[in-house]
Structure formats: C-alpha cells, structure tokens
C-alpha cells in the first residue's frame, strides 16, 4: 500500500518559515500585505478569499480587499489594478479569477506588476517560471507540488515525470518546475496517444486533467509517486481528485490525498509568496 503524503505538515513547514520571516520583516517596520481583488460574488471566489484571508491572518500578513460589484467596467478594475501597483505598503495581489463577461481579462493580467504577481498569471510570472529568471512567482498550485515533493524528500534528478494536463494555470508551470530540477518531463492532453501507457512508464505522475477519477488502474505501476492536483465536489458533497486513489494507493509508492493534498499547501504557498515578496522589495 502507498504511503499517503498529506498536505497538512507540507503547509505546516511553510508556515512557520514564513511567520519567522513576517517577525524579521516586523522588526524592520516592513508588514507583508496581500491586496485581494474580487469581482462580483461568486461562490467559488469567496472561498478561496475565505481560505486566503485565515492562512495570511494566522501567519501575520495582513489584507486588503478591493471589492468590485459583478456590473463593474473595466476602467474601475484596471483602477485597482493600478492603485495596488503603486502602493508601496501592498506586497503582492491575488486576483480573483475568471473575471465577468464584460471585462477584457488579458489586459487585466497585462496591467498587474509581475513584482506583485504572487499567484503567478502574468506573462512575467510565467517568463520567470520557463527561464527561470526569478521574475514573478510560480502559480500556487505548480510551486505546492514542488514543496510537497521536496518535503517528503523525493529527488527529481533523472527521474520521469509525466503531467497530465496542459493549462497555464497548473500543467504548463509544474512542467518547467520539475524541469529545472532535472526530471524528464512529458506533458500530456487530450490529444495523447496512450495516455494509460506513458503514465505507467512514469516515476512521477502529477494529474491536473480536471477529470473526476480518470486516472485508474491502468495508468499506474509499482513504486510511482502520484500527486493529485484535481479538485472536484461530487452530488453528494464529498470530494474526490482526478486519481481514482484506490487504485493509485494499492500500486503507487506514494500518493496524496484529496481533499487535504496539494490543495492544502496552496494557500501556504500564496502567503509564503507574500512574504517573499515584501522580502524583496525591501532588498
Ligand atoms: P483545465 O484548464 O481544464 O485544464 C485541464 C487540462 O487537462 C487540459 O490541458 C486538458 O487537455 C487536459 N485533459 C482534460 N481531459 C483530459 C483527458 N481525458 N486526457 C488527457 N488530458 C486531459 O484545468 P486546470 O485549471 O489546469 O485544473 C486541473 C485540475 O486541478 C482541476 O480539477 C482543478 O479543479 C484543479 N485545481 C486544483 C488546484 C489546487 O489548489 N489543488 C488549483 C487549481 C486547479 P487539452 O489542453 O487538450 O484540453
């Protein structure tokens, strides 16, 4: 049976780093300050804010909510895309996405300064995430994969990666990320030939297809490592992730959970980005 890597000791770990880091930087008069940007009310918008809002106030950053009505233009989201990049006392911004139909979300993303990019969507995020530049940050959820490998202490050098999935959001950035660490990466998408096949070849099988338990039984192989990136919440309530984890635990050497996985390190990685960044612009 696999071993289950929970994400909770992952988020733990950045955790106290981080509140360590919001006391130096305390001492120097410098508080780390996430600035949310929401647009109307969705419901999934005010939990991910809910859940942000804890982690930043268990760890001493400190918030600040730019609430726009869902009818807003986008000359008023572009002023509180300008307004954060100019306040030096703002460290980093999440903005809550997708935005509303009416507003150009592209010229959004153009508008935020990488420097405050924390949650990883600006082509300048993203260039530091494939040159490895340092510009930017990561997307949350590719850096918590990454943290959650190197806290159970698994090296990727030489080892074979396959992402399943391609997005901007999660599969593309986990890709450059494991490649920099010297893994051999194959990424892969609905147009994959023997999906099933590549998978079970692989050490490393991060799964971020959006699909509810599509990786089965034929996807896996004895000793791989599997994260789970998908989130879904099923009729019931309960939740599951893209890996069909029966299956993935009776082969798999390792496997994280959903709920309590990748997705649980992904707020610590949001505040722990924050930090760094108040970090930063202080030098
Ligand atoms: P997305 O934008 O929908 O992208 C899904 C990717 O998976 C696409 O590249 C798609 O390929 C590929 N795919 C879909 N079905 C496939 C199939 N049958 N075979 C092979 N590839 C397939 O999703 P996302 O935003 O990356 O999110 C992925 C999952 O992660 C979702 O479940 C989401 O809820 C979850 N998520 C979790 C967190 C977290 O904190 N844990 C954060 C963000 C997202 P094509 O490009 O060919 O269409």
Redesign the pocket.
């Known amino acids: 049976m696999a071993e289950i890597w929970k994400g909770a000791p992952v988020a733990e770990a950045l955790n106290a780093r981080a509140i360590a880091q919001v006391e130096a930087l305390g001492a120097r008069g410098i508080h780390p300050t996430l600035a949310i940007i929401r647009v109307g009310e969705r419901p999934d918008d005010l939990s991910y804010e809910r859940g942000a809002m804890k982690r930043c106030e268990k760890l001493g950053v400190q918030v600040r909510r730019f609430l726009l009505p869902q009818q807003a233009s986008q000359a008023q989201l572009l002023e509180a895309i300008a307004q954060v990049n100019g306040d030096p006392g703002i460290h980093g911004c999440l903005l809550l996405r997708p935005l509303p139909p009416q507003m150009d979300e592209e010229a959004a993303r153009r508008a935020l300064s990488p420097a405050k990019d924390v949650d990883g969507i600006t082509d300048g995020s993203l260039a530091g995430v494939f040159t490895g530049s340092g510009e930017g940050y990561p997307p ?2 590719a850096q ?1 994969c990454i943290e959650i490998l190197d806290h159970y202490g698994y090296s990727l050098q030489g080892k074979r990666a396959v992402v ?8 593309k950035p986990v890709a450059m990320l494991l490649l920099a660490r010297h893994a051999t990466v194959t990424i ?5 030939q023997d ?1 099933p096949g590549i998978c079970r070849g692989a050490d490393l099988v991060i799964a ?4 509810p338990r ?1 990786l089965t039984q034929a996807y896996f192989a004895p000793g791989q490592v599997v994260l789970d ?4 919440v099923l009729e019931d309530g309960s939740m599951c ?2 890996v069909d984890d029966e299956a993935a635990q009776q082969l798999a050497a390792a496997v994280t959970p959903v709920p309590g ?3 649980t ?2 707020t610590s990685v949001l505040a722990a980005q924050v930090v760094a960044a108040a970090g930063k612009a202080v030098g």
Do not use: E, F, P, Q
């Open positions: 949350c959820t918590a399943v999935g391609r997005s901007l959001v999660v599969g892969c998408h609905t147009r994959t999906l971020a297809a959006g699909k599509m990136v998908g989130i879904h992730g893209d996985g990748v997705g390190v992904t």
